[in-house]
Nanobody, 126 residues
Framework: QAQLVESGGGSVQAGGSLRLSCAAS??????????MGWFRQAPGKEREFVAG????????SYTDSMKGRFTISRDNPKKTVYLQMNSLKPEDTAVYYC?????????????????WGQGTQVTVSS
């Protein structure tokens, strides 16, 4: 069964850093190429795209407000994607979700993703 499990969330002061990880498991992720992404959802808001990465890792995309602060990367032998978050702001507080979609190409649309993790809370205090 395909599964995504996030880790690395927590509480940090503004200006601090966190590194999220997402481990994929299951036959699906062993047999097919898949793009991955990070989304987030703050209370009372819709889930929004944060960053995405292609299967090869050569293509990445970020929402404008995260550019220069967040970095997405992946380690395919470990079936893991990372989100390094620096210079965190209180408005970055949200539940962060990892997502995967079959196929090598980068995707930025929530609807393009078929597999989702359970989410990890990130809280940034001022």
């Amino acid at each position: 069964q395909a599964q995504l499990v996030e880790s690395g969330g927590g509480s940090v002061q503004a200006g601090g850093s966190l590194r999220l990880s997402c481990a994929a498991s299951g036959r699906t992720f062993s047999n097919y190429a898949y793009a991955m992404g990070w989304f987030r959802q703050a209370p009372g808001k819709e889930r929004e795209f944060v960053a995405g990465i292609s299967w090869s890792g050569s293509s990445t995309s970020y929402t404008d407000s995260m550019k220069g602060r967040f970095t997405i990367s992946r380690d395919n032998p470990k079936k893991t994607v990372y989100l390094q978050m620096n210079s965190l702001k209180p408005e970055d507080t949200a539940v962060y979700y990892c997502a995967a979609t079959l196929g090598p190409g980068l995707r930025a649309s929530r609807g393009a993703y078929d597999y989702w993790g359970q989410g990890t809370q990130v809280t940034v205090s001022s």
